[in-house]
């Protein structure tokens, strides 16, 4: 029973240490897709993270405003 206290740190410890940073492909990704299409297509402004120090997420930005901007242009040719 006197374990218990270590045990419910050590878990905590391990949660906090696997938390998803911010500053990934993924999130830049879905950052610049949203900024791509939504500037592309005229829609509203496009809040982001925009975590420009880190590598990782300025090239998940870039490729998913190209992916964001070629989405739109695909929607406008199939109308």
Not at 1 to 14: D, R, S, T
Not at 39 to 44: G, N, P
Not at 71 to 79: D, G, V, Y
């Given at each position: 029973?006197?374990?218990?206290?270590?045990?419910?740190?050590?878990?905590?410890?391990?949660l906090f240490g696997c938390s998803h940073d911010e500053k990934t492909?993924?999130?830049g990704y879905d950052d610049?897709?949203?900024?791509g299409y939504n500037?592309?297509?005229?829609?509203?402004a496009t809040i982001?993270?925009?975590h420009w120090d880190s590598a990782e997420y300025k090239k998940g930005y870039d490729m998913g405003s190209k992916d964001g901007i070629q989405?739109?242009?695909?929607?406008?040719?199939?109308?």
């Open positions: 029973m006197k374990k218990l206290p270590l045990y419910f740190l050590l878990l905590q410890a391990l492909v993924e999130s610049g897709f949203a900024e500037t592309q297509c005229r829609k509203k982001i993270h925009e989405a739109c242009l695909n929607k406008n040719s199939n109308m």
